[in-house]
Structure formats: structure tokens, C-alpha cells
């Protein structure tokens, strides 16, 4: 298994600033993922993280509003920019491991936007 | 569309009895996911099922997949309390690009 770590845990942040969460795993991977857990729902995939490339985003979600860096195979971050209440939700990463195609997540950062 | 459905949403049972999770999902795919998630907690992988017939067993939990009817079940033998979680089903479209698109999640009470 992989073991993830997310910056921060939680924030509560203004409306109309920005805020960007760190994703970091103790071993490379190939895939990181960004997902989106608004409060009392499910799960919605935001973008792949591609390690040297941009990264490849979902229905819904724009580079402008989410914009996701790789420097690394250990290591992502997702910024979530000029912020709304309705930007409010748990945001965590996830990473693929091919050996036993298992998808693990991080522990989420949980953001409020007042 | 892609899409994931569960049922029940909501399930409350006594302890010591048996009960099935339903996950249906739209269109092909051979690589179905199950996840428990406790309140204010991340995701905990319980199973991949990666092949019509699969099933797979972890203590009271028992997971199969039926790729031909598009459907997933997740069984609880002699529920226990401790067993109480939201659980989410996911299924990967996009044919191992593990891209999960997620059901809305079964919220399951134990009762003593």
C-alpha cells in the first residue's frame, strides 16, 4: 500500500482567495488523481496529475479554477482559486499503485469558504 | 452517461443479521471498487474486483462482480456494530485508467 499525506488538514479560508493543498506519497507512482467530496455527497474526480505534462481535467472542472502541478512522482498540489462557499468540500488525492491496482486516498483537506 | 447507482442509500439493521449492497453501473467495464468510509475520515479500500465472477472476502464482508449485468454486491454476514460506515462502490470507465467514478454511497447503521 501507499501511505499519503495532505497539507493542510483543514482551512477556513475568505472568499476570493486562493488556497493550495499538497499531496505527497512515501513511494512513486505513476497516476495521481484529485478528487472532490462536497459536504454530505460522494465522490467526483477534478484531474489526473500527469507527472511532465498538464494535467488532464474532468467535466466540469478548468485549469483556471483547479490548476494541479507534478514535479514529481511523489508529489502534486491543487490550488483552488478565487474561492466561493460553493468551492466548500473535502478535496483529496489519490494514487494508483499498478502492482495490485489498487486506488488509495489521502486523509483530505476540508475547506471552508466563508 | 456514465453512472454508478447503490441501494439502498440508507440501511439500518440489527446486529447479528445479513444483508446485501447493490451497486449498478452503466456501461462496460471490468474493474469495480469498494470503499468504507467513516464519518470525518478518508476512504479505506476494501476490495478490486478486476474480472467477471470475481469475489473476493474480508471477515464479514464478501464482494462479487457480475459483469455481464453490470452489478456489484457487497454482502455483510453477522453484521457487528463496528461495521457501521458509509460504503461506496466505483467503477473505472476508462479501461484501467482507474479514472473511479463513484456511487452516491450506502449509509449503513448497526444497531446493538
Known amino acids: 500500500s501507499a501511505v499519503i499525506s495532505q497539507k493542510p488538514s483543514r482551512d477556513i479560508c475568505q472568499r476570493g482567495t486562493s488556497l493550495t493543498i499538497q499531496c505527497q506519497v512515501d513511494?512513486?507512482?505513476?497516476?495521481m488523481f484529485w478528487y472532490r467530496q462536497q459536504p454530505g455527497q460522494s465522490l467526483t474526480l477534478i484531474a489526473t496529475?500527469?507527472?511532465?505534462?498538464?494535467?488532464?481535467?474532468e467535466s466540469g472542472f478548468v485549469i483556471d479554477k483547479f490548476p494541479i502541478s507534478r514535479p514529481n512522482l511523489t508529489f502534486s498540489t491543487l490550488t483552488v482559486s478565487n474561492m466561493s462557499p460553493e468551492d466548500s468540500s473535502i478535496y483529496l488525492c489519490?494514487?494508483?499503485?499498478?502492482?495490485?491496482?489498487?486506488?488509495?486516498f489521502g486523509p483530505g483537506t476540508r475547506l471552508t469558504v466563508t | 452517461e456514465l453512472k454508478v447507482e447503490q441501494n439502498p442509500l440508507f440501511l439500518s439493521m440489527q446486529e447479528g443479521k445479513n444483508y446485501t449492497i447493490y451497486c449498478n453501473y452503466s456501461?462496460?467495464?471490468?474493474?469495480l471498487y469498494w470503499y468504507r468510509q467513516d464519518p470525518g475520515k478518508s476512504l479505506e479500500s476494501l476490495f478490486v474486483?478486476?474480472?467477471?465472477?470475481a469475489v473476493k472476502q474480508e471477515g464479514r464482508l464478501m464482494a462479487s462482480l457480475d459483469t455481464k449485468a453490470r452489478l456489484s454486491t457487497l454482502h455483510i454476514t453477522a453484521a457487528v456494530h463496528d461495521l457501521s460506515a458509509t460504503y461506496f462502490c466505483?467503477?473505472?470507465?476508462?479501461?484501467?485508467?482507474?479514472?473511479?467514478?463513484f456511487g452516491q454511497g450506502t449509509r449503513l447503521t448497526i444497531n446493538p
Open positions: 474486483l478486476l474480472s467477471n465472477g
Open positions: 489519490s494514487v494508483e499503485t499498478l502492482s495490485s491496482y489498487e486506488q488509495y
Open positions: 466505483a467503477v473505472d470507465f476508462a479501461q484501467g485508467a482507474q479514472k473511479l467514478v
Open positions: 456501461t462496460t467495464s471490468d474493474r
Open positions: 496529475a500527469n507527472q511532465g505534462s498538464e494535467a488532464t481535467y
Open positions: 513511494s512513486q507512482v505513476t497516476m
